[in-house]
């Protein structure tokens, strides 16, 4: 048997780190002394001692190193792997968040970034995330669309924090990325000029805050909004990105929007904010295809997830296209909506507590 102080030296975990992982019935003495109160550790655990020390040095979060102590060696392996992307994911915002305050210190002149792009493919993209801009006055730095100009095209996001969309354009881009946070009023002001447009290339150029878009013989202008887009990289991180179990149910739209906008369609009461609010449930029937379950079905099915239905019903009209895949992941996770036929555009849901 071995003391707490032979084990911290033993295993490079100080004793107060041993007391601690003792607590969070990570790694459990084998002998607690009745009278005295010492703990002692058997040769057995001084490996796993080792590898809550080493997994405490590159920051694993509590919850996995108790997993990985009692883990085989191939589950171990999975969670460094995953554990290293989340190290790398948070490196990149890092940077972005470094570049964003160099920025601020050291101003330079705008250089102008010029965009060619599809009328058709720049109204279908606005079209898949117009539906989760907020309309929320309180809330003007989510009013618009973020476009996130990339080397080959642009990435059109926006979020009402509730839900979260997202398209892509291919573009011919001339200048630097740069990302601008555009208006919903000259969104809506474009849009209908897409249309008009038939074949013509659109022309967006992006100077600092200054936009101007050139729509066949039409030319449209504003400023961009002083608001620092949230980081949806990091959004879609937490909300899709380490997605372990989810469910991808093939669904007919059609039918589907048919099903919510019924008014016998089942939903559950649950109080939100003071208020009662009618949620609607998705769950899989016997065949592994989506069903909306009723409140006496909820403590059976074992994959459940609580929605807004009209932002459901948002979200498939936004879509556009007559099959999407429906991805769900149990109560708490959020639920994705996908083209099959196009992973670049599709939409995040935030789930309802049941």
């Known amino acids: 048997m071995h003391s707490i102080g032979e084990l911290a030296r033993a295993s490079g975990l100080t004793v107060s780190a041993l007391r601690f992982y003792d607590s969070a ?14 703990r002692w550790y058997t040769d057995e655990q001084v490996a796993p001692a080792r590898l809550v020390a080493g997994l405490r040095r590159i920051g694993m979060p509590v919850p996995q190193i108790a997993t990985a102590v009692r883990a085989e060696p191939a589950e171990v392996h999975q969670l460094l792997d ?25 101003p330079t002149p705008p250089t102008a970034t ?21 309309v929320d006055p309180e809330m003007p730095m989510l009013a618009g669309v973020l476009f996130d100009v990339e080397t080959d095209g642009v990435r059109l996001v926006a979020t009402d924090r509730y839900r979260l969309a997202l398209a892509r354009a291919a573009a011919d881009v001339d200048g630097p990325p740069v990302r601008v946070f555009v208006p919903v009023a000259l969104v809506d002001q474009l849009r209908p000029l897409l249309d008009a447009a038939d ?26 909004l002083p608001y620092e887009f949230p980081d949806y990289h990091r959004l879609l ?3 899709v990105g380490e997605r ?23 939903t559950v009461a649950r109080d939100h904010d003071g208020t009662t609010r009618a949620v609607t449930v998705l769950g899989v029937d016997d065949r592994g295809g989506l069903r909306l379950l009723p409140a006496a079905d909820l403590g ?35 639920l994705a909506v996908r083209r099959p036929d196009d992973a670049d555009t599709y939409s995040v849901l935030m789930p309802i507590r049941l």
């Open 82 to 106: 995953t554990h290293l992307r989340r190290l790398a994911d948070g490196l990149d915002d890092a940077r972005r968040e470094v570049d964003r305050l160099r920025a601020l210190l050291d």
């Open 199 to 224: 074949t013509w290339p659109v022309r967006l150029t992006v100077a600092g805050a200054d936009l101007r878009v050139r729509v066949a013989e039409g030319t449209v202008t504003g400023t961009a």
């Open 244 to 266: 372990t179990a989810a469910r991808r149910i093939p669904v007919d739209v059609a039918t589907l929007r048919a099903a919510l906008a019924d008014p016998a369609a089942p």
């Open 300 to 334: 059976t099915d074992a994959l459940r997830v609580g929605v807004d239905g009209g932002y459901l019903l948002d979200a498939l009209n936004a879509a556009g296209a007559p099959q999407l895949v429906l991805e769900l992941d149990g109560p708490i996770a959020p």
């Open 25 to 38: 019935g990570v790694l459990e003495p084998a002998l607690v002394d009745p009278v005295t109160g010492y």
């Open 114 to 134: 010029t965009l060619l792009v599809s009328p058709a493919a720049l109204a279908a993209a606005l079209d898949a995330v117009r539906f989760a801009v907020t």
């Open 237 to 239: 991180r937490k909300a």
